[in-house]
């Protein structure tokens, strides 16, 4: 056997699974294995120039601890289950091996690596979490424990109300398709554990398995995805900001059923609302400090909690003002009166005295003077028609604008909700 293997693969050092000429320093044998792992070489995959060697996965999801926005990323706990046969470590009967994790190092293992990931580690307490299973048809189980915190891309236009699809890729580091491709050992079923995850902020709405290929600078490689969808619980910020945040647009509103005279009241709810909202606002946004760049649902919304607060300040500031100059210049007209018809009087007799000298000596009369010229015509027209616009806009009765807010302003609050909700919930 060793001839032939010496004779199909023309070297001296690379027999796959009995003695060769190998230097002392590539070749192991596995204690108790003797027979048949001596002048094993850990440093060629199974089938080495042949066929590729079929690496099965399967997953145990034991947490997700933390999902992060701000580093957009999550952490997970898994164990990854690798299956595949190495004909050089067939032996005969139907019993299986364990053995002990630091006997890895004295085999062949694939050098899959978990794609995207940013900080990643083995657990070793009290020894390395590592397994190896040896079966009687040269199946080698290799399960591990690890701890990775992999690149999520989320898009958190629609915060809180978002749905996220994160995703968790193993590919091999270094051999292509040519050498290894990689298979989900039971389809969706190779991942178990995420139907019973309990998070904080979210819940597992779907999961599902992909096997692609994707082509790099040094060749086609096999990839295995899992992609799972994480619906944020809304609850939460339900009673943490949406809440207050319109408890304080409708004590806002109380603003008009006190009268306009109560000037010290109706301003202290007014910049007490607008102050309240203010570090609201703030404060939602402390927490995602590093997201200040996206404009999220959240944010409309506290927009537009703020924009109701701000206008009912300043609709008592219009409604005030209207009332002092409604106010103001009535006395003025009615000292006024009593000159204008002293004056009108007057006027109106040396009218009568000109018209008269001039009906005596109408053959000296200069028509010219009597008419209007060009330019006062066009200035009193423009006096006028600005008289007509100011009168459409000023309010009449100040205490109608009141009126009119207790109305409006509930109405249309409820209408941008209707609005806001409906779009940010189904489209």
Known sequence: NTHKLHSRFNCQ??????????????????PGFENLTEGYNKYLRPYFGGKPVQIALSLDIASISSISESDMDYTTTIFLWQRWVDPRLVFHGNKSFTLDARLVELLWVPDTYIMESKRSFLHDVTVGNR??????????????????????NMDL?????????????????????????????RGNDSVRGLEKLRLSQYTVERYYTLVTRSQQETGNYSRLILHFELRRNILYFILETYVPSTLLVILSWVSFWITLDSVPART?????????????????????????????AIDVYLGICFSFIFGALVEYAIAHYSLSQKDGPTKEIEEVNITNMFNGSVTSYKQQISFASIEISSDNVNYDDLTMKTHD??????????????????????????????LLFPLFFMLVNVVYWVYYLYF
Do not use: E
């Open 13 to 30: 050092w690379c027999t796959l699974g009995h003695k060769s000429n190998t230097p002392s320093g590539d070749t192991v044998s596995l």
């Open 131 to 152: 397994l190896i299973r040896l079966f009687s048809n040269g199946t080698v189980l290799y399960a591990l424990r690890i701890t990775s915190t992999v690149a999520c």
């Open 157 to 185: 236009s629609k915060y809180p109300m978002d749905t996220q699809m994160c995703k968790l890729q193993l590919a091999s580091w270094g051999y292509d398709g040519n050498d290894i491709v990689f298979t989900w050992f």
């Open 268 to 296: 202290c709810i007014g910049v007490t609302t607008v102050l309240s909202m203010t570090t609201l606002m703030i404060g939602s946004r402390t927490s995602l400090s590093k997201m200040n760049c996206f404009i999220k």
């Open 377 to 406: 015509k066009i200035r009193f027209v423009l006096r006028n028609k600005m008289r007509k616009i100011i009168s459409y806009f000023t309010i009449q009765n100040p205490s109608n604008v009141d009126h009119y807010s207790k």
